[in-house]
């Protein structure tokens, strides 16, 4: 039987002394998931725990069916992260050398790391940059190079929160596109956009660290909308 992507039961997650997530259940096995919710509602603490970057408090959880806890450096392996901010991601001097450095932990030999940059580089529109500083691109062209850094270890969970934030309309949907192609793996897509969440196959909304609504997106945002007029 295969496990399913997400799989929480009575999560929480206490950060110093606030409540960040509260009795979170979830099941969702659709291939891409939008999380959607007002400011501080945690959004960003669920993605974190997605990525077994942070752990759970209180309850279980199954994330590509492995404890984030106890598997955490197999999860870490297996799951990608893209933030809004690509600056925070960007390591190497070079575009090329960036993407290169994903693939270390990979150890797979200067031949297939020069085959899998190349091919990666070419996808994400960056082959004529390979040689450029890779803190002098826009901010555009840097975010793809965050994506070609997640991306390059074929990842079979993208995380994503916010990866549009600060990007003109032509680049949000660049980037969009990417991450929402059907290219193996999964996403879970933090955003503000509802019209980029809208594109996702189910949503989930937070609120007050508690999951509010689950299920299709046009469902969950009409509920969220109705908050909103509130
Ligand atoms: N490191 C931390 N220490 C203490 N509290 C934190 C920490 N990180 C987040 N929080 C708190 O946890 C709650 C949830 O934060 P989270 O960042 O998950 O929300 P969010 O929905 O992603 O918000 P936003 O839309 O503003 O990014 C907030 O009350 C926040 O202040």
């Known amino acids: 039987m295969t496990s399913r992507a997400l799989l929480l039961d009575g999560v929480g997650v206490r950060l110093g002394e606030v409540d960040a997530l509260r009795g979170v259940d979830l099941?969702?096995?659709?291939?891409?998931?939008?999380?959607?919710?007002?400011?501080?509602?945690?959004?960003?603490?669920?993605?974190?725990?997605?990525?077994?970057?942070?752990?759970?408090?209180?309850?279980?959880a199954r994330i590509l069916g492995?404890?984030?806890?106890?598997?955490?450096?197999?999860?870490?392996?297996?799951?990608a992260v893209v933030f809004s901010n690509p600056d925070a991601q960007i390591?190497?001097?070079?575009?090329?050398?960036?993407?290169?450095?994903?693939?270390?932990?990979d150890r797979l030999g200067r031949d297939e790391t020069r085959r899998r940059v190349q091919e990666t580089l070419a996808r994400f529109g960056l082959s004529e940059l390979r040689?450029?500083?890779?803190?002098?691109?826009?901010?555009?062209?840097?975010?793809?190079?965050?994506?070609?850094?997640?991306?390059?270890?074929?990842?079979?969970?993208?995380?994503?929160?916010?990866?549009t934030t600060y990007l003109d309309a032509r680049n949000a949907r660049l980037v969009a596109d990417h991450l929402l192609a059907d290219a193996?793996?999964?996403?879970?897509?933090?955003?503000?956009d509802l019209?980029?969440?809208?594109?996702?196959?189910?949503?989930?909304?937070?609120?007050?660290g508690r999951v509010e609504a689950v299920g299709r997106p046009a469902d969950v945002?009409?509920?969220?909308e109705a908050v909103l007029a509130c």
Do not use: W
């Not at 193996?184 to 503000?192: A, E, S």
């Open 131 to 163: 040689e450029r500083s890779s803190h002098e691109l826009s901010g555009g062209q840097k975010q793809l190079l965050a994506l070609a850094g997640a991306f390059v270890r074929r990842p079979e969970l993208v995380i994503a929160d916010e990866p």
């Open 91 to 105: 390591v190497m001097p070079t575009v090329a050398e960036d993407v290169a450095f994903s693939l270390r932990p």
């Open 184 to 192: 193996g793996h999964r996403l879970v897509l933090v955003t503000h």
């Open 27 to 60: 099941d969702l096995d659709a291939r891409t998931v939008a999380v959607v919710g007002e400011n501080g509602s945690g959004k960003s603490t669920f993605a974190r725990l997605a990525a077994g970057l942070v752990a759970p408090t209180a309850g279980t």
């Open 66 to 79: 492995l404890d984030p806890v106890r598997q955490a450096a197999e999860l870490r392996r297996r799951v």
């Open 221 to 224: 945002i009409a509920e969220y």
């Open 195 to 208: 019209a980029l969440a809208a594109r996702c196959d189910a949503a989930v909304l937070f609120a007050g």
